[in-house]
């Protein structure tokens, strides 16, 4: 039996989200829980962070599609810990939590030129590619691997300001592509 | 449907703030800028908008997690650069319900955004003000001696400890402790002028109008009014509490007396019930599960449509995470919510269950 705290099921009211669920998300729990307990040892409630990444994680799955679900997990997790981590104000989250590609990336991902993408993510790889350079692999590093602002400016060599900027102007410039591809929220 | 066009204007200075600020968010406000933040975010509706939907975009380029292959098991920056490959046409329209995957905030940033970032509880624009305070989770602090507190809503403490012993002024509402033990270094809570006392143990105090409430539930606890901070000439008695019982001291009378009563497991169980436990369901009617809801939480929350008590749920919430439960409901069941008085959350069920509506977004 999965662990209690994270699945949701309706009797008699099962959908193909819960199958989804249940297929692709639910192996990867136990993996996720044993990595966010060895990097975020002070965590207060495993359970409580491990269900609201799979609600946020059904939350977006619910409106499209998401190129690599075990990484999207792993991403939200590590972004709600050191949430909490920063509330709490107990411990600074500091730059020795980092993100190993290795831990997450765990089966054949298409790569981007495949036509085996959704059209969506075609869209936001897309919007990706459009950046200026340095700004694009600023927002490659923070939204396809996955490392903090601060992991980013190290990996690139450059200042963690420039990392700051680059992602709002990146952030900017993605979000009027969205809109003239009509791609947005309502 | 609109085509896709340039013509689109660029971002609007609201919209450029608010991808500032999401880069910031992003890497951790200050304080200060936590304020400067919730300043900017309440000067215009504008700027709610800008926000709402560039957090929205934030979280959207999260899809794109983990789309290096293994054959890119080297960091690669450029895995992106430009292809003349990919050629994305088709509009796709979006569902609302994506706005609530964005980057998580700081607890007290969820609470300033709430009517943005909730579409279902956000949209009904009531006449009341609703008490989103109310929907905090239970803060839970670790002290630096390993004790753990529970601060119930509305309340705060100031912590002092020395070499000598562990203090902890209680000046506003309850508290739980959880004591680590520590024979050499007594723990000791002060609250308006009563001190109580504990080496190891779990026992939770309450500061109302007019009377300072002690109740244990692990160990022993020592009560004792300090003399001079009462107007009293007769020698202040201490009580020692033994587990199960409850400790009164009444401020404004005279003579500061320690009014010890042993306590019902029901009647601790009330006392104590704010404070957060893990509640595990399975297969459990949903009017049972808001039930134990209803009785932890200040906010209430109602099923709109009696057909919705009988839906069987399993899953385990904390039991103060009343926002976490409510939009599970909506995200998972497609039920909605909205606010039916300041402290009364409803819920009920959509026309289109969720893959439905998934169908009909173009």
């Known amino acids: 039996?999965?662990?209690?705290?994270?699945?949701?099921?309706?009797?008699?009211?099962?959908?193909?989200?819960?199958?989804?669920?249940?297929?692709?998300?639910?192996?990867?729990?136990?993996?996720?829980?044993?990595?966010?307990?060895?990097?975020?040892?002070?965590?207060?409630?495993?359970?409580?962070?491990?269900?609201?990444?799979?609600?946020?994680?059904?939350?977006?799955?619910?409106?499209?599609?998401?190129?690599?679900?075990?990484?999207?997990?792993?991403?939200?997790?590590?972004?709600?810990?050191?949430?909490?981590?920063?509330?709490?104000?107990?411990?600074?989250?500091?730059?020795?939590?980092?993100?190993?590609?290795?831990?997450?990336?765990?089966?054949?991902?298409?790569?981007?030129?495949?036509?085996?993408?959704?059209?969506?993510?075609?869209?936001?790889?897309?919007?990706?590619?459009?950046?200026?350079?340095?700004?694009?692999?600023?927002?490659?590093?923070?939204?396809?691997?996955?490392?903090?602002?601060?992991?980013?400016?190290?990996?690139?060599?450059?200042?963690?300001?420039?990392?700051?900027?680059?992602?709002?102007?990146?952030?900017?410039?993605?979000?009027?592509?969205?809109?003239?591809?009509?791609y947005s929220t309502r | 449907m609109k085509e896709s066009s340039s013509e689109l204007p660029e971002s609007s200075p609201a919209e450029k703030q608010a991808a500032k600020w999401t880069a910031r968010i992003d890497r951790g406000l200050t304080s200060e800028e936590q304020d400067e933040y919730i300043e900017w975010l309440t000067e215009d509706e504008s700027h709610r908008q800008a926000m709402a939907n560039y957090r929205w975009a934030w979280g959207e380029i999260d899809r794109l997690a983990g789309v290096q292959t293994i054959h890119h098991d080297k960091i690669d920056p450029d895995i992106l650069a430009p292809s003349a490959a990919v050629k994305p046409k088709r509009k796709a329209r979006r569902n609302v319900i994506a706005w609530i995957a964005a980057v998580p905030f700081a607890a007290v940033l969820v609470l300033a955004l709430i009517y943005s970032e909730w579409p279902g509880i956000g949209r009904s624009e009531p006449e009341f003000e609703p008490a989103i305070e109310l929907m905090a989770r239970i803060e839970q602090q670790s002290l630096a001696d390993g004790s753990r507190v529970y601060i119930n809503r509305g309340s705060s403490i100031e912590i002092a400890f020395t070499s000598d012993e562990r203090r902890v002024y209680l000046t506003k509402g309850e508290a739980n402790f959880e004591v680590a033990k520590d024979p050499t270094r007594p723990f000791i809570v002060n609250v308006a002028g009563v001190d109580v006392r504990a080496v190891g143990t779990i026992f939770s105090v309450k500061l109302s109008g007019d009377s300072v409430d002690v109740i244990v539930t692990e160990g022993k606890v020592n009560v004792k009014p300090i003399a001079s901070e009462f107007k009293s000439n007769t020698p202040v008695v201490d009580s020692l509490l033994d587990i199960g019982q409850r400790a009164k001291v009444r401020l404004n009378s005279e003579y500061p007396m320690v009014e010890v009563e042993t306590l019902s497991q029901p009647e601790i169980e009330d006392a104590t019930r704010w404070q957060p436990r893990w509640l595990v369901f399975d297969s459990t009617p949903l009017r049972l599960v808001v039930d134990e809801f209803n009785e932890s939480n200040p906010i209430q929350v109602t099923l709109g449509d009696p057909s919705l008590e009988s839906f069987l749920i399993s899953s385990a919430f904390w039991s103060d995470n009343v926002e976490g439960f409510v939009r599970l409901m909506e995200s998972t069941l497609g039920f909605s919510a909205e606010w039916g008085s300041d402290r009364e959350i409803v819920l009920s069920k959509h026309d289109k269950p969720p893959a439905l509506r998934k169908i009909n977004r173009n």
Request: proline share 5%; with cysteine.
């Open chain 1, 1 to 182: 039996m999965f662990s209690l705290c994270c699945a949701l099921l309706v009797k008699e009211q099962e959908t193909d989200q819960s199958q989804w669920f249940v297929d692709v998300v639910l192996p990867h729990e136990k993996d996720l829980r044993n990595w966010l307990r060895l990097r975020f040892p002070s965590i207060r409630d495993v359970d409580d962070l491990v269900q609201e990444a799979f609600t946020r994680l059904l939350n977006a799955h619910s409106s499209g599609p998401i190129a690599n679900p075990r990484a999207y997990l792993f991403v939200i997790s590590r972004n709600l810990a050191i949430d909490e981590l920063r509330h709490s104000g107990h411990e600074r989250p500091s730059g020795a939590v980092e993100l190993d590609p290795a831990s997450i990336v765990d089966e054949l991902i298409s790569p981007p030129e495949s036509a085996a993408l959704k059209e969506e993510i075609k869209l936001l790889i897309e919007a990706i590619q459009l950046l200026p350079a340095r700004c694009r692999q600023v927002m490659t590093l923070r939204k396809v691997y996955g490392f903090s602002q601060k992991e980013v400016a190290k990996q690139l060599g450059i200042s963690v300001h420039t990392v700051e900027a680059q992602i709002g102007i990146g952030l900017d410039k993605c979000a009027v592509y969205f809109r003239r591809h009509g």
